[in-house]
């Protein structure tokens, strides 16, 4: 048990991140926020590492069009393809390049602190341009942001 975690909740945990996350990939675009915000960014404090999270999200991660990425022990990346019509949504709105798709990316990553872990989820749309360059879209979800508190918070983390 880590954290304090059951096997039945850390199972139950699994597809509510990942539901939570790539909901976003089923979703059409809302509008983009300005630089100086942080959309589809939120963070928690861990006294130990939440090994749980991440074995959550690797769970999650694991369909035909997702390909996860273990970019270190402390940090995940998972691609999705968003749904035809968020894909042509996104296509459309930033004047994305018909012949490659946009992605859905989801990342987790710790940063280890004196006292514990610093832990921060990211999720967003990679849209490739016309010219070769891939615009990164970013927006709020207040429901989204809800859930992955919520699930930091069950995983034993507090919100910073």
Do not use: H, W
Not at 120 to 127: C, W
């Amino acid at each position: 048990m880590v954290l304090g975690m059951t096997q039945s909740r850390r199972s139950l945990l699994a597809p509510v991140v990942i539901f939570a996350l790539c909901a976003l990939g089923a979703c059409a675009p809302r509008l983009p926020a300005s630089s100086n915000d942080a959309p589809g960014r939120q963070s928690a404090f861990f006294e130990a590492f939440p090994a749980p999270l991440f074995a959550a999200i690797d769970e999650g991660c694991q369909s035909d069009i997702d390909r996860l990425t273990r970019v270190s022990r402390t940090e995940l990346v998972c691609e999705s393809l968003p749904s035809p019509q968020a894909a042509a949504a996104l296509i459309l709105q930033y004047d994305g390049d018909v012949e490659a798709l946009p992605t859905f990316v989801t990342t987790l990553y710790a940063v280890p602190l004196e006292t514990g872990y610093e832990v921060t989820t990211e999720y967003f749309y990679l849209v490739p341009q016309k010219g070769g360059d891939v615009a990164v879209i970013r927006f709020r979800q207040p429901r989204i942001e809800q859930t992955v508190r919520r699930v930091f918070a069950s995983a034993g983390g507090r919100s910073i």
